[in-house]
Every structure is written in structure tokens, then in C-alpha cells.
């Protein structure tokens, strides 16, 4: 009988400890919860690549339009790449600047046709879609097409994640 009384007692504990920890838990930062999610690892190992790592883990207030692993492996093969640590880094760390703002922008600060400027010095375009509740983003890139929002607001302690469907390209300058 004290048995069952202390395993209840201790799970009633750790329950209730457990909710109250989960509430006063700060978010995670945008690289911790692109660690945390596999379907980013290659955003991940590009952030290693170009020692940008330390950036996302620190404070600060971006919002970084993050491509998935399909968006990246697209890229390659339109490249003609085998993998990441192909490219030249500087090129990956402009490509990954493009991808972030030097501010917290949710989507519902988001309007159709606005412009912003990325951490790169470039603007992209936010393209709304009412009717199929869908937000796309062009870079003006022709090795491009548009990368369509998949996964909104999702809140980190030193910004936001809008994880996307392609890996936008700057104008290099060719």
C-alpha cells in the first residue's frame, strides 16, 4: 500500500511540476529548434559550413525563412552538386543572409506586396494568397521559383521560423 501512495504522490508531483516547467520555459532558439527538427538538418549543417551557427544560438530578433531538406537537395541537383560542403561557403552564407530579417515578423504582420530587405542587403516579396490561405516568397531569381510558407510563426526565443519549400537565391551579380 505505501508503495502505490508514493508512485502516486510522485507522479502527481512531476505532473504537476512538469506543466508549471513547461509554461515558464522560454522558447527555444532558431538554432535549437532547427536542431530539434530532421527535416532541417541540411539547414543545419549549412549554418555549421558557414559558421553562422553561433549567430542563430544567440539573442537578437530575426525571422528567418528556413528551407526544408527536400528544398535544399533541389538545389544541388539543380546545381549539380553531391552536397553542401560543395559549394563555396560564401556563396552558402549569402544564400542562407537572403533567408533572414534583422527583424520579428510574424504572418500576421505580413501584407501582400510588401518588401523587406534580408540580413544579405536584397529585398524579397511576400505574395498572399486569401483564397488558399497561402503565403509565397519571390526572389526575382530565374534558378529559383517562388518558396511557398509551409509552417508558420513558429516562436524561438531570439526570433521567428517560416520554414519554406525552396531555397531562395540572391542576384549574385552574374
Same mark, same amino acid.
Given at each position: 500500500? $505505501? $508503495?502505490?501512495? +508514493?508512485?502516486?504522490?510522485?507522479?502527481?508531483?512531476?505532473?504537476?511540476? @512538469?506543466?508549471?516547467?513547461?509554461?515558464?520555459?522560454?522558447? %527555444?532558439?532558431v538554432l535549437a529548434?532547427? *536542431?530539434?527538427?530532421?527535416? +532541417?538538418? %541540411?539547414?543545419?549543417?549549412? %549554418?555549421?559550413?558557414?559558421?553562422? !551557427?553561433?549567430?542563430?544560438? #544567440?539573442?537578437?530578433?530575426?525571422?528567418?525563412?528556413?528551407?526544408?531538406?527536400?528544398?535544399?537537395?533541389?538545389?544541388l541537383s539543380t546545381?549539380?552538386?553531391?552536397?553542401?560542403?560543395?559549394?563555396?561557403?560564401?556563396?552558402? !552564407?549569402?544564400?542562407? *543572409?537572403?533567408?533572414? %530579417?534583422?527583424?520579428?515578423?510574424?504572418?500576421?504582420? +505580413?501584407?501582400?506586396?510588401?518588401?523587406?530587405? @534580408?540580413?544579405?542587403? #536584397?529585398?524579397?516579396?511576400?505574395?498572399?494568397?486569401?483564397?488558399?490561405?497561402?503565403?509565397?516568397?519571390?526572389?526575382?531569381? @530565374? +534558378?529559383?521559383?517562388?518558396? @511557398?510558407?509551409?509552417?508558420?510563426?513558429?516562436?524561438? !526565443?531570439?526570433?521567428?521560423?517560416?520554414?519554406?519549400?525552396?531555397?531562395?537565391?540572391?542576384?549574385?551579380?552574374?
Open positions: 500500500m $505505501k $508503495k502505490i501512495a +508514493l508512485v502516486a504522490i510522485a507522479f502527481i508531483a512531476f505532473s504537476c511540476s @512538469t506543466d508549471e516547467e513547461l509554461e515558464r520555459t522560454p522558447p %527555444l532558439s529548434v532547427a *536542431k530539434a527538427t530532421p527535416n +532541417l538538418s %541540411l539547414f543545419v549543417r549549412a %549554418l555549421e559550413i558557414t559558421d553562422l !551557427s553561433a549567430t542563430f544560438d #544567440q539573442s537578437g530578433n530575426y525571422t528567418v525563412f528556413v528551407p526544408d531538406n527536400a528544398a535544399f537537395l533541389d538545389l546545381l549539380g552538386e553531391p552536397n553542401l560542403e560543395a559549394l563555396d561557403e560564401t556563396l552558402l !552564407s549569402n544564400v542562407l *543572409k537572403y533567408h533572414v %530579417l534583422t527583424t520579428r515578423v510574424l504572418s500576421t504582420d +505580413l501584407s501582400n506586396g510588401v518588401s523587406p530587405a @534580408t540580413l544579405f542587403g #536584397q529585398n524579397i516579396t511576400v505574395n498572399i494568397d486569401t483564397t488558399a490561405d497561402e503565403v509565397t516568397i519571390t526572389d526575382g531569381n @530565374t +534558378l529559383t521559383s517562388d518558396a @511557398t510558407v509551409i509552417a508558420r510563426d513558429i516562436n524561438c !526565443s531570439n526570433g521567428v521560423i517560416h520554414r519554406i519549400d525552396a531555397v531562395m537565391l540572391p542576384n549574385l551579380g552574374n
